[in-house]
């Protein structure tokens, strides 16, 4: 191994990570170049790795633009996957992510989410109303929706209840003291 870094930046390490295509969540690397100009505010940090022996260094194509092409050597490539942090444990909001599937969020956690049903075809009371109904219950016809929502969440009190009841006349769920 060549010199050490006297002190090893973030800046440096951010930049043999990218050099290599490293992130939390990508810990294998699946390229090896990054190419600069010495004009560039990297440049400084890119030599430093070179000096250190985690990158090396040559001269680009001039069809390519000029410039210097860096890549890790197998040090810098070990040193960079050591850095990285340990992966945080995914939420589940990043496995929906990662899925492939074609449900919202809340359908994929299995929340069963109340369609707003509106009755614009008939005649009399009944006309203008909204209501919200799902498996769990359906509310009355209303007004307004904040008065759908209240009473859907009324009948989905009272199914729990009659289901609760309903349990207990079988003899499940009854716990003796």
Known sequence: MSGQIASIEPGHLELLNHTLGLTEWNRTPNRNYFMTGENSSDFPRLTALVDAGMMTMRPNAEWLGGGFYFAATDYGRKYAIEMLPPPKKKTRYDQYLSSECVESFPEWL???????????????????????????????????????????KAAIKRNKEVEKERLKAWGIGVTSA
């Open 110 to 152: 299995g929340i069963d989410i109340p369609e707003r049903e509106y009755n614009w075809d008939c005649w009399g009371e009944q006309k203008n109303k909204v209501r919200f109904k799902s498996r769990r219950g359906t509310g009355e016809w209303c007004k307004t929706i904040k008065e759908a929502k209240v009473s859907y």
